[in-house]
Antibody, heavy 117, light 111 residues
Framework: EVQLVESGGGLVEPGGSLKLSCAAS????????MNWVRQVPGGGLEWVGR??????????DYVAPVKGRFTISRDDSTDTLYLQMNGLKVEDTGVYYC????????WGQGTLVSVSS | DVVMTQSPLSLPVTLGQPASISCRSS???????????LSWIHQRPGQSPRRLIY???KWDSGVPDRFSGSGSGTDFTLKISRVEAEDVGIYFC?????????FGGGTKVEI
């Protein structure tokens, strides 16, 4: 059974940092691309970024609003995906989901990030 | 970015009756590899999203066959043949053909 368990969310002031984690199980983590998607207040879904497999260089792509502030990384030895978020803005508030594979096959339960002063 | 437009925004349904949701993209969704990366995602109240349909018409594991996806190019449809109580929630379409992947605004299905 595929499981994706996010953690690391919380309340942070604008300009602050957070690092989210996603523990994966039930599939061969090293064989798949991984993604972060967020759900903003109001319910809309927004793609945040994706990371390729390690044998493809583990390079990442980001959407424009987070480029230069967020960094996605992966640790295939522990089947864990990360999202380092720096320079957080109020508009980064939302529930952050990790999803697996190119086409977001499975979604975790999400972790809430609140950016507020 | 590709704009995904869903209709209707809200869909009152009757148990046992059919329902249909439309999704239109601002660009064609045929990828250079020949696949059409259009997915349908369901989110029940208080739960995380779950993908139902991928590549426009393929069922994800465990998805009831009362759900079906169709369409091509820029116009896609999700149909529920006979609505059941567990089908309430919000349905999103998503394209992953063009970077960045984008979502429709959602259709709220309620009994």
């Amino acid at each position: 059974e595929v499981q994706l368990v996010e953690s690391g969310g919380g309340l942070v002031e604008p300009g602050g940092s957070l690092k989210l984690s996603c523990a994966a199980s039930g599939f061969t983590f090293s064989n798949v691309w991984m993604n972060w998607v967020r759900q903003v207040p109001g319910g809309g879904l927004e793609w945040v970024g994706r990371i390729r497999k390690t044998n493809q260089g583990a390079t990442a792509d980001y959407v424009a609003p987070v480029k230069g502030r967020f960094t996605i990384s992966r640790d295939d030895s522990t089947d864990t995906l990360y999202l380092q978020m720096n320079g957080l803005k109020v508009e980064d508030t939302g529930v952050y989901y990790c999803t697996n594979n190119y086409d977001a096959d499975y979604w975790g339960q999400g972790t809430l990030v609140s950016v507020s002063s | 970015d590709v704009v995904m437009t869903q209709s209707p925004l809200s869909l009152p349904v009757t148990l046992g009756q059919p329902a249909s949701i439309s999704c239109r993209s601002s660009r064609g969704l045929v990828h250079s590899d020949g696949n059409t990366y259009l997915s349908w995602i369901h989110q029940r109240p208080g739960q995380s999203p779950r993908r139902l349909i991928y590549q426009a018409s393929k069922w994800d594991s465990g998805v009831p066959d009362r759900f079906s996806g169709s369409g091509s190019g820029t116009d896609f449809t999700l149909k529920i043949s006979r609505v059941e109580a567990e089908d309430v929630g919000i349905y999103f379409c998503m394209q992953n053909t063009h970077w960045p992947p984008t979502f429709g605004g959602g259709t709220k299905v309620e009994i």
